[in-house]
């Protein structure tokens, strides 16, 4: 049974279960997951897994993603992005560069971030979105985030000057909204702001480079198997045949030694089990070769 993940080059206006719905067809099983939501606008690595590998989906889901984006600063809309219908506008021509460094400086490091009112969060059991569009307000509370960095590197002028586009890459923790970071930016500013492009570029371990688009994978569907996906994702440790059998079990072995969780693999090559150091031993967290199976 074919078990890996899939990273995808997601294109614009393609949901990501509309891209696990494509990847089920390539792949010919039901049992694929995403670890991490892209807008339709938005393009870029989207992480699927297949079958075994969607249980590594949950520790790719925390990890830090990295971005590229455009931000227009002088028009805020309902969405804060470019879907959306334009709310306000207010001339941006006096905002100067040095000024845009600034406002992104200060949205640097821990902050708390409140999620734009159309994100998938859900509210006394239904999304917010939905509530959006069914005409109620939402007022979403803040989060913690962090954004690592936020760079600015470039800033154009439409319209005489009255909108500006500043391109940025912005690398944060997860649960991070890079549209609410637009809004942000423009808000800042006191001219408002909303994203007209997104890409992400980074999800933990895996890079836009390895990314493949759909067309692609139409012709070549290639696939990160499941062993070589924990080895790129987390800590390892190379069992002995005796210890194999131990945690195929779900039995406890002697510690690891790291923090957090660690890949172990048999001494043939396939994954065992995820493992955790709890009271001086290793606990398997999750068994992917039970006693007699293969990974």
Not at 141 to 165: C, M, N, Y
């Amino acid at each position: 049974m074919l078990s890996g993940l899939v990273i995808v080059d997601k294109p614009r206006g393609w949901t990501s279960h509309d891209v696990v719905g494509k990847i089920r067809r390539l792949a010919g099983t039901r049992k694929v997951g995403h670890a991490g939501t892209l807008d339709p606008m938005a393009t870029g690595v989207l992480v699927v897994g297949i079958n075994k590998a969607t249980r590594l989906l949950s520790y790719i889901v925390g990890t830090e993603k990295t971005y590229t984006a455009t931000i227009r600063l002088g028009q805020s809309t309902v969405t804060d992005d470019a879907d959306g219908e334009v709310v306000a506008e207010r001339i941006a021509a006096a905002v100067t560069e040095e000024q845009v460094h600034d406002a992104a400086a200060r949205l640097t490091g821990e902050i708390l971030q409140v999620p734009s009112s159309v994100s998938a969060i859900k509210v006394a059991g239904q999304r917010s979105y939905a509530r959006v569009r069914a005409g109620e307000e939402v007022a979403l509370e803040a989060r913690p985030v962090t954004i690592h960095s936020f760079e600015v590197h470039e800033v154009r002028r439409l319209r005489g000057g009255k909108l500006q586009d500043v391109d940025v890459t912005v690398r944060c923790s997860s649960g991070t909204y890079i549209r609410a970071l637009a809004r942000d930016l423009g808000a800042d500013l006191g001219v408002g702001g909303h994203l007209t492009a997104l890409r992400r570029t980074q999800v933990g371990p895996y890079g836009i480079e390895e990314a493949a688009t759909l067309e692609e994978l139409a012709e070549d569907f290639r696939v990160l198997d499941l062993s070589a996906a924990a080895r790129s994702l987390l800590p390892v440790r190379e069992l002995s045949a005796d210890e194999a059998v131990e945690l195929s079990f779900g039995r406890r072995i002697p510690a690891t030694g790291t923090s957090g969780l660690t890949a172990a693999f048999a001494p043939e090559g396939p994954l065992v089990a995820l493992v955790k150091d709890v009271g001086g031993q290793a606990k398997p967290e999750l068994v992917f070769a039970a006693h007699g199976d293969d990974a």
